[in-house]
């Protein structure tokens, strides 16, 4: 923890809607692609929330879907910051439907994402640390190094290989070394 450490309920965000049939796939049912806008919004509301600085979305890594949403139901989605480094937050996302007549309440998708923020050159800024205070958030907080490290080895191994080699009139570097 830093000394500007931040607790995880300061971030978070609690979002509901109605599902309307404009908002249906051909299933009658939710369509994904309007969750996961709803999953990047709040993420994006709650990264800020945490660290007060513009934020950009660099990765979705994990996104379940358990459970379809019918028409009419509310859907309440619940998001926070699990874990930071330097400049990236994740964030943790919950989305829960209820059936409004019965009460009865069910997780229908989960999501982790990573938000990074940045400055005025969209350059990546140090974020505040944060820190957990119940046991769920704990969990939380304790696993995401491990989510981290398998983040940072999808990412070594599906762009390394693109990264574009120096052209071949590249003058050799001056800079030096130190060896
Ligand atoms: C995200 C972005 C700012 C990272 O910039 P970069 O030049 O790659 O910077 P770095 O490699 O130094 O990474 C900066 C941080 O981002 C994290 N990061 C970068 N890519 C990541 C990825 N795919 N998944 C998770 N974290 C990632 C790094 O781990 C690092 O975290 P740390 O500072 O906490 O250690 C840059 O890739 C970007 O602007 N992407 C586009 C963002 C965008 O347009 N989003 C959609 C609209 S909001």
């Avoid at 969990?139 to 390394?160: F, G």
Wanted: net charge neutral; aromatic share 8%.
């Amino acid at each position: 923890m830093t000394q500007d450490s931040r607790p995880m309920s300061q971030s978070r965000t609690i979002m509901t809607e109605m599902v309307f049939p404009s908002e249906t796939n051909h299933h009658g049912t939710m369509f994904g692609g309007t969750l996961m806008l709803y999953i990047d919004k709040i993420g994006a509301i709650a990264a800020t929330r945490h660290c007060n600085r513009p934020v950009v979305t660099a990765s979705q890594d994990s996104l379940d879907f358990l459970s379809p949403i019918q028409v009419g139901e509310a859907v309440e989605l619940e998001a926070f910051v699990t874990w930071t480094r330097r400049s990236s937050m994740e964030v943790y996302c919950v989305v829960r439907a209820e059936n409004l007549f019965t009460g009865e309440r069910r997780i229908t998708t989960t999501a982790f994402s990573t938000f990074v923020a940045v400055d005025a050159n969209n350059r990546p800024i140090p974020v505040p640390g944060v820190y957990p205070e119940t046991d769920e958030e704990r969990k939380l907080y304790e696993s995401a190094p491990e989510r981290y490290q398998q983040r940072m080895k999808r990412r070594e191994l599906r762009y390394s290989t693109q990264r574009a080699p120096a052209p071949a009139s590249t003058p050799p570097s001056t800079e030096k070394t130190g060896q």
